[in-house]
T-cell receptor, first 116, second 115 residues
Framework: AQKVTQAQTEISVVEKEDVTLDCVYETRDTTYYLFWYKQPPSGELVFLIRRNSFDEQNEISGRYSWNFQKSTSSFNFTITASQVVDSAVYFCALSEARVSNYKLTFGKGTLLTVNP | EADIYQTPRYLVIGTGKKITLECSQTMGHDKMYWYQQDPGMELHLIHYSYGVNSTEKGDLSSESTVSRIRTEHFPLTLESARPSHTSQYLC??????????????FGQGTRLTVV
């Protein structure tokens, strides 16, 4: 069975601070996919990034960066120089690659509040 | 930009009414999903579909039902709404069997309130 744990329920920072959102996952499969989604107050889930289990390269996109470490089963997300518009709930998710059992499993989410 | 649409966006309805939440996508995705999101933020998979005429129950038991008669359409129905059904319902779709594009795209959600 697959599981995603986001231990931080809520984080509050002041604008321009860096913040890291933690994600730890469990899976028995050797091939899987990890995702981060953002849910702003408007309610829709916005896809941010996908990472394959065989690609451990870290990724940077503007102020966002992701650190994938298979050895610790973690896929952490860092926002550099946070802005008020970053305030949202962030979800980490996992799917196993088997076509017969392709489902997204989400963590419980981390509510990030960036204060001006 | 994802092309998946849910209607209505908000719905307030009385107990005992039958309701259908609509979900349509124009991306030609085979897989579609319904998630229920409680006020504590957690997302629960309640239904999914691999393609036309395929529907499966998700991880969370739900009194709702779904149908998949057309690839692009995946409506969710509650025969008799109850206050316990009050929640946000999110529809999503993704490609099937294409391991390079496995992310799911979500609609804006339907916020259902049963009074």
């Amino acid at each position: 069975a697959q599981k995603v744990t986001q231990a931080q329920t809520e984080i509050s920072v002041v604008e321009k601070e860096d913040v890291t959102l933690d994600c730890v996952y469990e899976t028995r499969d050797t091939t899987y996919y990890l995702f981060w989604y953002k849910q702003p107050p408007s309610g829709e889930l916005v896809f941010l990034i996908r990472r394959n289990s065989f690609d451990e390269q870290n990724e940077i996109s503007g102020r966002y960066s992701w650190n994938f470490q298979k050895s610790t089963s973690s896929f952490n997300f860092t926002i550099t120089a946070s802005q008020v518009v970053d305030s949202a709930v962030y979800f980490c998710a996992l799917s196993e690659a088997r076509v017969s059992n392709y489902k997204l499993t989400f963590g419980k989410g981390t509510l990030l509040t960036v204060n001006p | 930009e994802a092309d998946i649409y849910q209607t209505p966006r908000y719905l307030v309805i009385g107990t005992g009414k039958k309701i259908t939440l609509e979900c349509s996508q124009t991306m030609g995705h085979d897989k579609m999903y319904w998630y229920q999101q409680d006020p504590g933020m957690e997302l629960h998979l309640i239904h999914y579909s691999y393609g036309v005429n395929s529907t499966e129950k998700g991880d969370l038991s739900s009194e709702s039902t779904v149908s998949r008669i057309r690839t692009e359409h995946f409506p969710l129905t509650l025969e008799s709404a109850r206050p316990s059904h009050t929640s946000q319902y999110l529809c999503a779709s993704s490609e099937w069997g294409n391991q390079r594009n496995t992310e799911a795209f979500f609609g804006q959600g339907t916020r259902l309130t049963v009074v």
